[in-house]
């Protein structure tokens, strides 16, 4: 009787028939293939009491090395028999689980594994097709490692390691999204963050820091960029990026390169007298960062020259308690011409 046949008379009975607790009984072997991929699985199918099991193995596309499997059938309430079976790849040892759906009407059904890897559960199929993506130990796409905080282990959820005196020009973690970017990051690194167009690393906290990096000797936080920002950060209450430095050395440094401002509430800026803001000798400034605060370190420079052709004696800074607003003025105490214009830094303490 032609193997297809026994299968689905298989089925059939699998599905008509309760199970026994008879003896163990062999019903026949048979193959598919876990399409799109060539790898053929060959099962065979034996009744042991009240239990269908299957033994056989992965071809793995016709290697030299077979890979062992073993499984058990069940009847599914839909009309479906269920294959569950595991493989253990050769070489390496590590374990594919596969969930299989077979039809009794054709022998053939679906199947997925737990690496994410999914297609035909083909009956006697034979095609070409790539082999089957070796299993990594990784969540499947769209899951999670969950782990409960009663049984952490440490104080981190999940961690990746790499031993040994020099590390490797690469990365313990990386997450790429997209096709890799043309600037390409080779230095020796724990995560690493590749994005075509997008951010490479987001870190989001409602209350905490977002993204901390903690380094010896190094850098904690480094950030490489080819057109836009090298390190981006976003913050409704705190700073945005905090540099602290430990020792005598600067918390922040600038390797080359000057400080740009941008967006409507800039630390520096440019104000210009009109006569709406001078009173006397002196002109208010009205400026988020300034308004309110009288701890703000506040720097002045006139400026004098293309467009600002109003000379201006020396100049200096108070903050005006009953307006809330800093103000520039004459030391001179003469009285402040309107279009005066001033560079004006601001450093909140």
């Given at each position: 009787?032609?193997f297809?046949?026994r299968?689905?008379?298989l089925?059939a009975?699998?599905?008509?028939?309760?199970?026994?607790?008879?003896?163990a009984?062999?019903f026949?072997t048979?193959?598919?293939q876990?399409?799109?991929?060539?790898?053929?699985v060959?099962?065979?199918i034996?009744?042991?009491?009240?239990?269908?099991?299957?033994?056989?193995?992965?071809?793995?596309c016709?290697a030299?090395?077979r890979?062992?499997?073993v499984?058990?059938?069940?009847?599914?309430?839909?009309?479906?028999a269920g294959?569950?079976?595991?493989?253990?790849?050769t070489?390496?040892?590590?374990a594919?689980h596969?969930d299989a759906?077979?039809?009794?009407?054709?022998?053939?059904?679906?199947?997925?594994?737990d690496a994410?890897?999914?297609?035909t559960?083909a009956?006697g199929?034979?095609?070409?097709?790539?082999?089957?993506?070796?299993?990594?130990g990784a969540?499947?796409?769209?899951?999670?490692?969950?782990?409960s905080?009663?049984?952490?282990?440490?104080?981190?959820?999940?961690?990746?390691?790499?031993t040994?005196?020099?590390?490797?020009?690469?990365?313990?973690?990386?997450a790429?999204?997209g096709?890799?970017?043309t600037?390409?990051?080779?230095?020796?690194?724990?995560?690493?963050g590749?994005?075509?167009?997008?951010?490479?690393?987001?870190g989001?906290?409602?209350?905490?820091?977002g993204v901390?990096?903690?380094?010896?000797t190094?850098?904690g936080?480094?950030?490489?960029s080819a057109f836009?920002?090298?390190v981006?950060?976003i913050?409704?209450?705190?700073?945005?990026v905090?540099?602290?430095s430990?020792g005598?050395?600067?918390?922040?440094e600038?390797?080359n390169?000057?400080i740009?401002v941008?967006?409507?509430v800039?630390?520096?800026?440019q104000?210009?007298?009109?006569?709406?803001?001078?009173s006397?000798?002196?002109?208010?400034?009205?400026?988020?960062?300034l308004?309110?605060?009288?701890?703000?370190m506040?720097?002045?420079?006139?400026?004098?020259?293309?467009?600002?052709n109003?000379?201006?004696?020396?100049?200096?800074v108070y903050?005006d308690a009953?307006?809330s607003?800093?103000?520039?003025?004459?030391?001179d105490?003469?009285?402040?011409?309107?279009?005066a214009?001033?560079n004006?830094?601001?450093?909140?303490?």
């Open positions: 009787m032609p297809t046949i299968l689905l008379a089925l009975l699998l599905l008509a028939f309760p199970l026994s607790p008879a003896a009984q062999p026949g048979f193959t598919w876990l399409q799109p991929f060539c790898n053929r060959t099962l065979t034996n009744q042991d009491g009240a239990v269908y099991s299957l033994d056989g193995f992965d071809d793995q016709g030299p090395q890979a062992p499997v499984g058990t059938a069940v009847v599914n309430p839909d009309g479906t294959l569950g079976f595991t493989v253990v790849t070489p390496g040892g590590r594919v596969v759906r077979v039809s009794p009407a054709t022998g053939s059904g679906t199947w997925r594994d994410g890897n999914a297609g559960f009956l199929a034979a095609t070409a097709g790539p082999e089957r993506r070796e299993p990594t969540p499947a796409p769209g899951g999670f490692i969950d782990v905080a009663a049984t952490l282990a440490g104080s981190y959820g999940f961690g990746v390691i790499i040994g005196a020099t590390p490797p020009a690469g990365a313990a973690i990386v790429q999204w096709e890799p970017p600037l390409s990051v080779s230095v020796a690194s724990a995560i690493r590749v994005s075509r167009d997008e951010s490479g690393v987001v989001a906290s409602t209350s905490s820091v901390n990096g903690i380094s010896e190094g850098t936080v480094g950030g490489r836009g920002p090298g981006f950060g913050s409704q209450h705190g700073p945005a905090r540099a602290l430990l005598a050395g600067p918390a922040l600038l390797n390169g000057g740009a941008a967006g409507t800039r630390p520096a800026f104000h210009t007298a009109t006569a709406g803001t001078i006397g000798n002196l002109t208010r400034i009205d400026h988020p960062l308004n309110g605060n009288p701890a703000a506040v720097y002045v420079t006139h400026v004098y020259g293309p467009g600002s109003v000379y201006v004696p020396a100049v200096g903050y009953g307006a607003r800093w103000t520039i003025f004459r030391e105490l003469g009285a402040m011409p309107v279009s214009t001033f004006v830094l601001v450093v909140i303490q």
